[in-house]
């Protein structure tokens, strides 16, 4: 059976007064049988089919909830337990925000761009307010299942799930490095970036302005703090839509490179990175600029544009990428945006760091190897010819352990 990726199209719906509060009264009973579910089986029960023999005629008899919407809220909870458990964590309560669907109360009919979705009481068909970029990805397709959301803004969004097939890895040796960071987000070794300073400016506006709309939460009046509040959290999301534009782009640009070139994407593991480095002693500015933006979120829209394009996404440990000359492979030293070389120059160090990353990336891709130790090798002799002219040695690298014996 063909590898398949996920993708999710979030469609907003035309929804009237009526079915808006039947699609609340959903949501609000959906979250309450969550809850009690939660409530009333062992903490460490993650197993979907032992849940849902402890509780499902229970919860279809309390809920009032249709059978396929009682098993999705026993499997709503034993994910989110699964998700808590990773990060430390226990499952507290559901907000009554969105609803999983699966085929057999969820489908969509391409010849009038409508859904159909079980509510609590009966099924509803829903028209879908979208564009030519969401009706090109469905044209074709039979999805099986999706996800009701309601957002803060009180739209309603139906995420619409669908399996894509994943084609067969493009074979190259080919590779490209692309350095993350935050004065360029990203930096390739084929010479492409993205600067980060107009990102940086709107950054430091947005937390001026959260800093102003704080203090007059905490000593305006009433109606000036609840307005406070609404800005706040109106500025929140257009942040984060912004930096997630902003991840999409690069990322597709960074996928369509490589397959336009027929080359692999090499990039580093920053796994944890945030926990290190704030470990350090830093300002409260320089903290707050490199906790922003989402390394991890771009990495992983480049994960699954890769393999909906064939790409190979290689990761790579990020040690010394930036602090070692790309030509000669030697410690250098690294001021700010310019990287220095005591034989080879000064590069850019983002620029430099990307082809250290392309290097390691095609260490890992090249199973035969990559000719890199041989060129590390013919600059060891070189180094070993210069001193031996220099001390009036003979000429001769082949006979090493002699020679070199007498160099030591």
Known sequence: ????????????????????????????????ACDWINQNTPAKLTNKQAMQSLVYQDVRAKFGLSSNLAI??????CYNRK?????????????????????????????DWTVSLKLLHKRHKFELLIGNYQ???????????????????????????????VPKLIETDDVIGADFGRTDICVTSVGDYWSGKQITDLRNHYAILRAVFQKKALKGTRSTRRRCRQLQQRLSGKEKRFQKHINHVISRKLVNNAVANKKAIAIEDLTGIRERTNQNPRSKKDKRLGNNWAFYQLRQYLTYKCLLAGVKLILVNPAYTSQTCHKCFVIG?????????????????????????????SLINRPRGTGLSCEIKRKVQYIQLTLFDALGLPKTPSSSRGNQAKVG
């Open 83 to 111: 998700t808590a458990k990773q990060k430390g964590k226990t499952v507290k309560e559901f907000s009554p925000t969105s609803i999983s669907y699966d085929a057999r109360i969820f489908s969509f009919r391409e010849s």
């Open 333 to 361: 030293d690294r001021n700010g945006k310019r990287f220095t070389c005591s034989s080879c120059g000064s590069f850019d160090a983002d620029w430099n760091g990307s082809k250290n990353i392309a290097a390691l990336g």
């Open 1 to 32: 059976m063909p590898e398949v990726q996920t993708i999710t199209i979030a469609c907003k719906m035309k929804v009237s007064s009526d079915l808006a509060k039947d699609i609340d009264d959903t949501l609000l009973t959906f979250a309450v």
């Open 72 to 77: 999705q809220a026993v499997r709503r909870v």
């Open 135 to 165: 009706r090109g990805i469905l044209k074709g397709t039979e999805p099986t299942s999706a996800t009701l959301v309601k957002r803060k803004n009180g739209h309603y969004y139906i995420h619409i799930n669908l399996d894509k097939p």
